[in-house]
């Protein structure tokens, strides 16, 4: 028998078997959010559920080429008539970009922490900054107090909608500020929000506890069959 072939007949195509999903952008990007971003096959609705798909944030703006530079995450919240809302899950500079910003001679300072925004959502956060000169210890660690005293002073004050707008784009008001404050202290080629990650929001937190409560109310004992303790 030829090397390749298959007893049984023809081979399945399983791609016949798949379906187009329209994915929309999160609400969560304002005037932006709602929009077709992008397609995907897939073979049943309910196992897209909760699948992370990635795109750039010229895919959900369209305005400017630049923004290719930057990959967004959003996560299928629902699916309805072959359209699936998403929620905002974090974004991070495309490797090219971050490789394009390495120097030699200069110091690269990194500052990750955890932060909640004013409506319930928890994300990892992590800003990068490049120096024109290699710093010392004493230097890093002033500029990473004050990026923490900064994001800890804003970020309590967004909403979601705010805080994508803040961290997704370069000629934000709070990039703006912390690149004034970062150059106060050195002399710096770069400075921006590398990535962030959502760890929980107030939904995913809420469902918890409705889950926690209905496990108790489960294992409360029938009335009649209480014992003493």
């Known amino acids: 028998m030829a090397k390749g072939s298959r007893r049984g007949g023809r081979v399945r195509d ?3 078997d798949k379906q187009w999903l329209i ?3 999160p609400n969560s990007f304002g005037d932006f959010g709602g929009h077709h971003i992008n397609y995907l096959p897939i073979t049943d609705t309910k196992t897209a559920i909760g699948r992370v798909i990635e795109n750039t944030l010229f895919d959900i703006k369209k305005q400017d080429p630049v ?3 930057t990959k967004v995450f959003v996560e299928i919240e629902k699916v309805n008539d072959g359209v699936a809302s998403t929620i905002f899950k974090g974004h991070e500079y495309g490797k090219e970009f971050l490789r394009s910003l ?6 690269m300072i990194t500052h990750i922490h955890n932060y909640t925004t004013n409506d319930g959502y928890e994300f990892r956060v992590e ?3 490049f120096s024109q000169r290699r710093i010392n210890t004493s230097k890093k660690h002033e500029l990473r107090k004050v990026i923490h005293q900064l994001l800890s002073e804003k970020i309590p004050q967004w909403d979601l909608i705010t805080f994508i707008k803040q961290v997704t784009d370069d ?3 709070f990039n703006r500020e912390i690149l004034e404050k970062g150059k106060r ?3 710096l080629r770069h400075i921006g929000i590398k990535k962030t990650k959502l760890v929980s929001s107030r939904k995913s937190s809420i469902d918890k506890a409705e889950t926690i409560n209905q496990i108790n ?5 029938a009335p009649g069959n209480e014992k003493d303790v």
């Open 127 to 129: 800003i990068i900054a």
């Open 171 to 173: 000629n934000s008001e």
């Open 102 to 107: 390495v120097r030699r001679g200069s110091s």
């Open 14 to 16: 399983k791609w016949r």
């Open 217 to 221: 109310d489960s294992e409360e004992p």
């Open 67 to 69: 923004d290719h530079k």
């Open 23 to 25: 994915l929309d952008s």
């Open 185 to 187: 202290i050195s002399t």
